[in-house]
């Protein structure tokens, strides 16, 4: 059976090069195990015989992730074809090799095998759900492959299930409590509710928020989770009452949209104060939200707008670019999101790594993380959401954060916080090499 993401319209004419044809793809006929594999055709000419390093990309393209799963894949390709555009790394270019996941752990440890093992990727950018993240990390350290995860926030990813092979070139949920619990406690209420959902990043990110609203003299009175992909979650929001100030979410995707909208139709976003993970709000959301995510309060390391310290020539170029490659996959025009700006960004962190490193190849593969280790990423084309240090003893980076606020269907910053401000203590123990 083939995978029915390979035939949808925007796998078919998202990549620079134009249509995907067959002879393209990898494993097309093969089921739970094929992979796209591309590099746009105008490069192979101006590279002439230098062979490709090849990128591979797990990704969820169909199932509960496959809305964010799509728009990570264009923020991807976006930073490949630039990179090749300029000349490639060391003289020679990249090719993506991407495999859906299916949104399921088992389907991305089996794939994230045949990636490294028989399609023999040099590299891999990629990982949007963290119980995949989580049930692929052992996979890239038995095998000595470079992971730079690229949407994954799950806490232990970089704590206590860390390894050297894995590098996160973002923040991850307890910098984000770091950045707004201040603003929960004093702007919003003292007493909150969590609502989240339960899984592995939903249950981490909600441990992190409740300590930091604690350390700020907060409370939270409860929390509720809601399953991954739950349709109607009446059920369990009804039982959301009592004697708090605020609501606070952690959702993402579809079910980002489906508490909001639901939260709103129960009259819990009017009676309490409604704040969040910015995924809840993220602009791909937003057209299905409409009014009834006015006035939500979220934080979001990427927010598609020119206020502030993101109204740069760097940022309108990767804002115009990833809009047009947007467009092509939804016709609605989205604007672009979190997941198309970290995987842009873990792309180029990887370009720095391997020209500093002169990688060549997995041989080289302890030469690449030690390049990476402390990597500055410095504001730019490269980064344009701001940069960032990767820092060295746990591979986790901290960069600039958004508090933003929905005002007129559209994101507003209400105040953004440097990503210095929102370092805490390293939790990670490398086993030895």
Known sequence: ??????????????????????????????????????????????????????????????????????TAVVGLQMAIDRINAAGGVNGRPLEAVIADDESKPDVGRRKTQKLLVEDNVDVHVGGFLSNICLACMPVFEENKVVNMISVCLDTTLTTTKCNRYSFRTYEFAPAQAVAIAPYLVNKMGKKWHIAYADYSWGQSTRDAYAQEIRKQGGEVVETTGIPLGTADMTPFLSKITGQFDGLFGIFFGKDGITIGNQAYDLGLTKKYKWAGDGAIAESTNLPALGNKIEGFIGINRYIPVFQGPLDTPAHHKFFDEAKARLAKMDPSGPLPDRYVQSNYEAINALKLGMEKSKFEGRKDTMKLIEALEGLVMKEGDDFPQGGGVLRKEDHQAFIRQFIFEIKGGKHQIVETVPGDKTIVPPACKFASS
Do not use: C, H, N
């Open 1 to 70: 059976m083939t995978e029915k993401w390979k035939e949808e319209e925007w796998a078919q004419d998202f990549w620079y090069s134009g249509k995907v044809t067959r002879r393209r793809v990898v494993g097309w006929g093969g089921g739970a195990i094929g992979a796209l594999m591309l590099v746009p055709a105008p490069w192979r000419e101006a590279f002439g015989a230098a062979t490709p390093y090849k990128i591979g990309s797990l990704q969820p393209l169909s199932g509960a992730g496959a809305l964010g799963g799509k």
